[in-house]
């Protein structure tokens, strides 16, 4: 089946820095989203992007679908920006990377 | 609008139990999937159903099954209950048929059920 890579697996950051997290694939998909896990378990969507680049707000994302990789930005941090960063490719079915835990101190 | 919603939030059951968890997708969505999030670890395909039939299922043991009725809801049931199945359990409703070629669809989840099995 498809591999899902991401990357770093943990991140500590100050608040206000920037980040920029790396989901890497092994095979073409249909579809590709980033989701952020809060604490409480609950997956937040972020992005629907199997190409192209994508903002919202702080958060950005870009995915390059013919070289099997998309990336997360993070500029300015917050606190509240920390947990766990998902992203899931579907062929046929839907796979999760192990996922980015960051952490943005004060 | 409401969002997937699933219930109960918490269960604790003891091995070789039985035990149903339900979900309700977003309104107008006809496809739900189902996952398991072992701590420290990406969820994992369990089932999706879409208009009522499976249209694909992981690499899960026959104690896990599921259906989806007319309401497009769907329960999840697991038997004989065993440690390694206590989890974080989602629901994720989308509007469209992932198996269908070209078919593009954006997947929103549920809050889970969180299983303790002892």
């Known amino acids: 089946g498809i591999q899902v890579e991401q990357s770093p697996p943990d991140l500590i950051l100050q608040e206000g820095a920037n980040s920029t997290l790396r989901c890497n694939f092994s095979?073409?998909?249909?579809?590709l989203q980033w989701f952020h896990q809060n604490p409480w378990g609950q997956l937040i969507n972020l992005f629907y992007?199997?190409?192209g680049t994508k903002q919202n707000g702080r958060l950005s994302a870009t995915t390059v679908a013919t070289e099997r990789y998309s990336l997360l930005y993070i500029s300015s941090s917050q606190t509240t920006d920390s947990g766990v960063y998902f992203c899931?490719?579907?062929?046929?079915?839907?796979?999760f990377g192990a996922g980015t835990r960051l952490t943005v101190k004060p | 609008d409401a969002g997937v919603t699933q219930s109960p939030t918490h269960l604790i059951k003891t091995r070789g139990q039985q035990v149903t968890l339900r979900c309700s997708p977003i309104?107008?969505?006809?496809?739900v999937s189902w996952y398991q999030q072992v701590l420290g670890q990406g969820p994992q395909f369990i089932f999706q159903?879409?208009?009522?039939?499976?249209?694909g299922r992981g690499n899960f043991p026959d104690r896990f099954s599921a259906r989806q009725f007319p309401n497009y809801s769907s329960e999840l049931n697991v038997n004989a209950l065993l440690l390694g199945d206590s989890a974080l359990y989602l629901c994720?409703?989308?509007?469209?048929?992932?198996?269908?070629?070209?078919?593009?669809?954006?997947?929103?989840f549920g809050p889970g059920t969180r299983l303790t099995v002892l």
């Open positions: 159903y879409y208009e009522k039939e499976e249209r």
């Open positions: 309104s107008g969505h006809k496809s």
């Open positions: 899931a490719v579907v062929r046929g079915d839907m796979r």
């Open positions: 994720a409703s989308s509007s469209k048929n992932r198996k269908l070629a070209g078919a593009k669809d954006e997947q929103f």
């Open positions: 992007i199997p190409s």
């Open positions: 095979d073409s998909v249909n579809n």
